[in-house]
């Protein structure tokens, strides 16, 4: 388990002064995701194009508003997965072969399990599960990144937090600022 860490704004000071925090779990075959925001969420641009579906739907660009991400792959393996899942729980899980290379939605992965733990002016908690497909997951150590994309409410260009960064420019992708999960510890 990894427990709540603290994801950083890729531009420093960042522009809106709420906190980041998520966990990642990992149950034989399911990954599960704590994302919390603190702070006052009156800064960020929560409104999806769409409502909040009864149950989460699929959904597509949706890092171009406020979203809370995942990616992961196994060491030694280029390919690797990514999660996004918006405020209003469209979600979708993308699959590529290498860095940024042949982008298509994991048919593997139908559907989700998304919900809104807390949601006040103060805080937002998101919750994801999400089932590997049984083909991708290998003997190897998986490796992660937790990230979020936060839209300000005001017209800025978006806010980009990871547990780590690409030394360069915000990118999610970059497979050297993914971690090692150790299902022992």
Not at 57 to 65: A, F, P, S
């Amino acid at each position: 388990m990894i427990g709540r860490q603290p994801l950083c704004d890729f531009q420093q000071p960042s522009k809106i002064a709420v906190s980041v925090k998520a966990s990642l779990r990992v149950e034989g075959s399911l990954i599960i995701l704590d994302y919390l925001v603190c702070g006052d969420l009156a800064l960020i641009d929560f409104e999806q194009k769409q409502p909040a579906a009864p149950n989460p739907i699929r959904g597509h660009n949706l890092w171009k508003q406020t979203c809370f991400e995942a990616f992961w792959g196994f060491q030694n393996d280029p390919q690797y997965w990514e999660l996004n899942v918006s405020a209003n729980r469209s979600w979708n899980v993308y699959h590529f072969s290498d860095y940024r290379q042949t982008m298509k939605e994991e048919p593997a992965i139908q559907a989700i399990d998304c919900k809104i733990i807390i949601q006040t002016a103060t805080e937002f908690n998101l919750q994801v599960c999400v089932q590997l497909p049984t083909n991708s997951r290998k003997n190897n150590l998986l490796e992660f990144n937790l990230c979020a994309v936060l839209k300000p409410s005001a017209a800025e260009d978006n806010c980009y937090f990871a547990i780590q960064h690409a030394p360069k420019k915000p990118d999610f992708h970059f497979r050297s600022a993914f971690l090692s999960y150790d299902e022992k510890k």
